[in-house]
């Protein structure tokens, strides 16, 4: 595997993943998925991992899309199967226990708007652009974009991106909710971190299972009342919620890590 193409930086239990192809506007090839896969699946079970943070390498974009070059040759057949591949890669993110945010930090144009969605948080930089420009490659989306998008920004705005192929800025996309921060550019890293920072002092039994709460409501074989009743039962009967409820009468500071 090409160690280059996903700069993995480790600052304490937080990590920063930079998509590292900035000659092709870190476009996803083979290789970077290759890269996030192996990232997701190595920490799918460190529980010391506090936050993740995806970004893209120079100042001009986060990712501006599928590798255009690497899919112009696919069939049918291969052409669903790389789908499914990209899909696959993109659940492990949002699925993933600990928090991950995606500082955009420049275009992020069909398979970068969808990493970017996969990811439970979104910052924008002030020259962040969004878009799904599938059409006008005679293509749908292949990596989540016509369910996620609908889910962030509702059905409307949706389909007027999805089908007219207009990019949005920062300040459009605040708007819409697709991000939660707008900041000035070359900015969109640290203030993940900060968002990130706060999370770690909660318990992380409790944030796992918020994400995961929070997935079940787009997931339709799921009953997400269920899952909350279960998953309160769940953390009430922890050691953290333990710690928890004691900070609080004993007036202190709740510690979650050692
Ligand atoms: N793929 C490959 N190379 C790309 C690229 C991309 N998506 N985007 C940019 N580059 C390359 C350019 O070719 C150029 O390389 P050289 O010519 O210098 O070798 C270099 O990055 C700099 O780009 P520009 O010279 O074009 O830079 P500009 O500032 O003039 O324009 C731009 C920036 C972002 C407006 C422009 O680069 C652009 O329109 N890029 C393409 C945006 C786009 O259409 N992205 C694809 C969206 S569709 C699939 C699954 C999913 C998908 C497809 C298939 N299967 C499972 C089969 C998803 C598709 C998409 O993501």
Redo the contacts with the bound molecule.
């Keep these: 595997m090409d160690n280059s193409l996903v700069l993995i930086e480790n600052n304490d239990g937080f990590y920063t993943l930079t998509i590292n192809r900035p ?3 870190n ?1 996803l090839n083979k290789g970077v998925f290759d890269a996030l896969e192996a990232f997701f699946s190595e920490h799918k079970e460190d529980r010391d991992i506090k936050g993740v943070i995806i970004t893209g390498a120079g100042s001009k ?1 986060f990712v ?6 690497e ?1 112009s040759s ?1 069939d049918a057949k291969g ?1 669903a199967a ?2 499914k591949r ?1 899909q696959d890669v993109f659940f492990m993110i949002e699925r993933f226990h600990a928090p991950v945010v995606a500082a955009v930090n420049g ?1 992020a ?4 708007c969808e990493l970017s969605m996969s990811c439970h948080i979104r910052v924008a930089g002030s020259n962040a652009k969004f878009g799904q ?2 059409v ?2 005679g ?1 749908v ?3 989540g974009g016509s369910q996620r998008l609908v889910q962030l920004i509702g059905k409307g705005k949706a389909l007027e991106m999805l089908l007219t192929a207009d990019m949005i800025g920062a300040e459009e996309a605040l708007r819409l909710g697709l991000v939660t921060h707008v900041v000035e550019s070359g900015q969109e890293t640290a203030k993940a971190m900060e968002i990130l920072q706060k999370i770690a002092t909660k318990g992380p039994l409790a944030v796992q299972q918020t994400i995961h709460l929070v997935n079940a409501y787009f997931d339709k074989t799921v009953d997400g009342f269920k899952k909350e009743y279960e998953d309160f039962g769940l953390t009430i009967g922890s050691e953290e919620s333990k710690e928890g409820t004691a900070a609080f009468i004993e007036k202190r500071k709740a510690v979650f890590r050692k």
Excluded: H, V
């Excluded at 501006?64 to 070059?69: E, F, R, T």
């Excluded at 144009?109 to 970068?112: A, E, H, P, R, T």
């Design positions: 000659d092709a506007l476009a974009a501006a899309g599928a590798d255009i070059k899919f696919l052409g790389l789908s990209g275009f144009l069909g398979g970068g420009p599938e006008n490659l293509l989306p292949g990596y």
